[in-house]
């Protein structure tokens, strides 16, 4: 079946270092990817997503490449700062407005 | 962006008792709702899947008369977790998608803890 594999956390920066967070996935067909972002305390938010290869999403910083020939999706930021603290969360979806699949998450945890 | 409210944001309860978590969407209409459960320091993991009107759809391994689903509004869901047990304990996250746009959407979540 589909999955999602994120690297391993978790990860701690200091402010403004660059961050990347390995995202790789299995699926038949062609998924929607996303990140997700879960603050302490709180729900998911999307973050950003791609819906078709070579797609780039991006928001607040954070970019995302769907690469369809590697099966990736790495998170990035070239600038990390102290309030992105949060557990991030790839997943993908078969078809629109269907189920997600999520890996386990990584958590990051930037320091002044 | 659109909102979603669960109630309650946490709720202990006693073994062997039935604990009812409501999820609505306060500016959109559902027409799909899914069901995940999350348990500490781990991913999100799918329970089931609702449209409005019509019965629960669950995952393999997710017992269907103990976490009762009604999805009986455009914009409000029900999970019931019967005869809870501590191994329960967990937070419990809906997500709606909106009609028409298939925008998927999540509520803040719902800690349970079962003693």
């Known amino acids: 079946g589909d999955s999602v594999t994120q690297m391993e956390g978790p990860v701690t920066l200091s402010e403004e270092a660059f961050l990347t967070i390995n995202c790789t996935y299995t699926?038949?067909?062609?998924?929607?990817l996303f990140w997700y972002v879960q603050y302490p305390g709180e729900g998911l938010q999307l973050l950003l997503k791609?819906?078709?290869?070579?797609d780039k999403g991006s928001n607040k910083g954070f970019e995302a490449t769907y690469r369809k020939e590697t099966t990736s999706f790495h998170l990035e930021k070239g600038s990390v700062q102290v309030s992105d603290s949060a557990v991030y969360f790839c997943?993908?979806?078969?078809?629109?407005?269907?189920?997600?699949?999520f890996g386990q998450g990584t958590e990051l945890s930037v320091k002044p | 962006g659109a909102v979603v409210s669960q109630h309650p944001s946490r709720v202990i309860c006693k073994s062997g008792t039935s604990v009812k978590i409501e999820c609505r969407s306060l500016?959109?209409?559902?027409?799909?709702m899914f069901w995940y459960r999350q348990f500490p320091k781990q991913s999100l993991m799918l329970m089931a899947t609702s449209n409005e009107g019509s019965k629960a759809t669950y995952e393999q391994g997710v017992e269907k008369d103990k976490f009762l689903i009604n999805h009986a509004s455009l914009t409000l869901s029900t999970l019931t977790v019967t005869s809870a047990h501590p191994e329960d304990s967990s937070f419990y996250i809906c997500?709606?998608?909106?009609?028409?746009?298939?925008?998927?959407?999540f509520g803040p979540g719902t800690r349970l803890t079962v003693t």
């Open positions: 500016d959109f209409q559902a027409t799909t």
């Open positions: 997943a993908l979806s078969a078809n629109q407005g269907g189920k997600l699949i």
């Open positions: 997500s709606p998608v909106a009609g028409g746009s298939y925008e998927q959407y």
């Open positions: 791609a819906t078709k290869a070579d």
């Open positions: 699926a038949t067909g062609y998924p929607s």
